[in-house]
């Protein structure tokens, strides 16, 4: 089946750093790709959907751009705020409808 | 819109209980997931329904676990004798199910089985 490999964390950083998250994917069919962010107590929230290969998707100051070649869509951030503390997950859409998750990646931003 | 709605937020059981879970989808919304999300295994897909009905339950484990959606405006999960190792969060998601549409999610039930 499907699966999906992120950075483990936690990952630990200054305010104004730089952030980046590696996903890699393996699936037999062409996915659709997703950054997700989830805060305490809260379920899962998209961030962003990753268009088309070797196109960037964005939110709130975060990128990922899908290469196909590498089956990879990392997750990245020039300058992290404390409010960007959480748990990032990357994840891909199996049949229109099906989310596989990565494992998850925590982040915590220190002010 | 008050997004996705379940309830309880906690659950406590004692093994070999039923434990029932319930979810509220976003109004209007014609698909609705529910997924698990453990320390160990991460999130996990169950089950899906579109427009009521249940078109995909290949994550459900196969003995204990149903899921029913008799309305479009809440389905239920139901866990019978549950046993510790179904302690998790069971998180509801809907969305509006045209193609791979934004799937919004609830708060989550974390459901602990003693």
């Known amino acids: 089946g499907d699966s999906v490999t992120q950075t483990e964390g936690p990952v630990t950083l200054s305010e104004g750093t730089s952030l980046t998250v590696n996903c890699s994917y393996e699936?037999?069919?062409?996915?659709?790709l997703f950054w997700y962010v989830q805060y305490p107590g809260e379920g899962p929230q998209l961030l962003f959907k990753?268009?088309?290969?070797?196109e960037k998707g964005s939110s709130r100051g975060f990128e990922a751009t899908y290469n196909k070649e590498a089956t990879s869509f990392h997750l990245q951030k020039a300058s992290v705020q404390e409010s960007d503390s959480a748990v990032y997950y990357c994840?891909?859409?199996?049949?229109?409808?099906?989310?596989?998750f990565g494992t998850g990646t925590s982040l915590l931003v220190d002010p | 819109n008050a997004g996705v709605i379940q309830t309880p937020r906690h659950k406590v059981t004692g093994k070999g209980q039923e434990a029932t879970l319930w979810c509220e989808p976003i109004?209007?919304?014609?698909?609705v997931f529910w997924y698990r999300q453990t320390i160990v295994q991460g999130l996990e897909f169950l089950t899906y329904?579109?427009?009521?009905?249940?078109?995909?339950d290949s994550g459900m484990p196969k003995e204990r676990f149903s899921a029913q959606m008799p309305n479009q405006s809440h389905s239920t999960l139901k866990i019978q004798s549950t046993q510790p190792q179904d302690s998790a969060v069971y998180l509801c998601?809907?969305?509006?199910?045209?193609?791979?549409?934004?799937?919004?999610f609830g708060p989550g039930t974390r459901l602990t089985v003693l």
């Open positions: 998601a809907s969305s509006s199910g045209t193609g791979d549409a934004e799937q919004f």
């Open positions: 699936t037999k069919q062409y996915p659709t």
């Open positions: 990753v268009p088309k290969a070797n």
């Open positions: 994840a891909l859409s199996e049949m229109g409808y099906k989310l596989t």
């Open positions: 109004s209007g919304h014609s698909a």
């Open positions: 329904f579109r427009n009521q009905a249940p078109i995909d």
